[in-house]
């Protein structure tokens, strides 16, 4: 099965900045990645699908990245409403993997 | 709107079992595939099983496999996880998710319901 690793596992920053979550892939999976965001108490949100596409409604401060087996979510300028936990997520042969999560919080 | 609502967690004891069941809302269920995900207390998600629009095939995680049954009822817009021989491990919160588009199997998850809590404790 392919594993999915992240990086970093947490990270703190400050209103403004600009983060960069790593998402890593045992195999090559083509485009095929998706990045959800979650808070605390709720339900996972998609923010990216097929690694770069945006899902509606979600802030175009939010960006998705990469290929094959290194993938990237971006936050241009970290919103308060952004402090959360990322996962990202794969699909091969009918087995869906999550990857372990990183969490952004205040600096 | 689209909404998934997840019913029928609760306390069980090990061995036990339990049914959940996710009733849907504003959109064609039966033309989606739809997923469990679950996530034990102060963990990361982890998927649990997936059923295509028409519960033609059934996909399952290894750590569930052989004990638990997904199926739906697409005359009622509802999906359910029959869970037997329940384990401590599987105590977590259980979350419906929408497949991300209909037709060819989509991998993404864009709708999630709010999640039903099921503890296995003695």
């Known amino acids: 099965a392919i594993q999915l690793t992240q990086s970093p596992s947490s990270l703190s920053a400050s209103v403004g900045d600009r983060v960069t979550i790593t998402c890593r892939a045992s195999?090559?999976?083509?485009?095929?990645l998706a990045w959800y965001q979650q808070k605390p108490g709720k339900a996972p949100k998609l923010l990216i699908y097929d690694a770069s596409s945006l899902e509606s409604g979600v802030p175009s401060r939010f960006s998705g990245s990469g290929s094959g087996t290194d993938f990237t979510l971006t936050i241009s300028s970290l919103q308060p409403e952004d402090f959360a936990t990322y996962y990202c997520?794969?699909?091969?042969?009918?087995?869906?993997?999550f990857g372990p999560g990183t969490k952004v919080d205040i600096k | 709107q689209v909404q998934l609502v997840e019913s029928g967690g609760g306390v069980v004891q090990p061995g036990g079992s339990l049914r959940l069941s996710c009733a849907a809302s504003g959109f064609t269920f039966s033309s989606y595939g739809m997923h469990w995900v679950r996530q034990a207390p102060g963990k990361g998600l982890e998927w649990v099983a997936f059923?295509?629009?028409?519960?033609?095939?059934?996909y399952y995680a290894d750590s569930v496999k052989g004990r638990f049954t997904i199926s739906r009822d697409n005359s009622k817009n509802t999906l359910y996880l029959q869970m037997n021989s329940l384990r401590a491990e599987d105590t977590a919160v259980y979350y419906c998710?929408?497949?991300?588009?209909?037709?060819?199997?989509?991998?993404?998850?864009?709708?999630w319901g709010k999640g039903t809590t099921v503890t296995v404790s003695s």
């Open positions: 997520q794969q699909f091969n042969n009918y087995l869906f993997t």
């Open positions: 195999q090559g999976i083509s485009s095929a």
């Open positions: 998710a929408k497949e991300g588009g209909a037709g060819p199997p989509y991998y993404y998850m864009d709708v």
């Open positions: 059923i295509r629009y028409d519960g033609s095939n059934k």
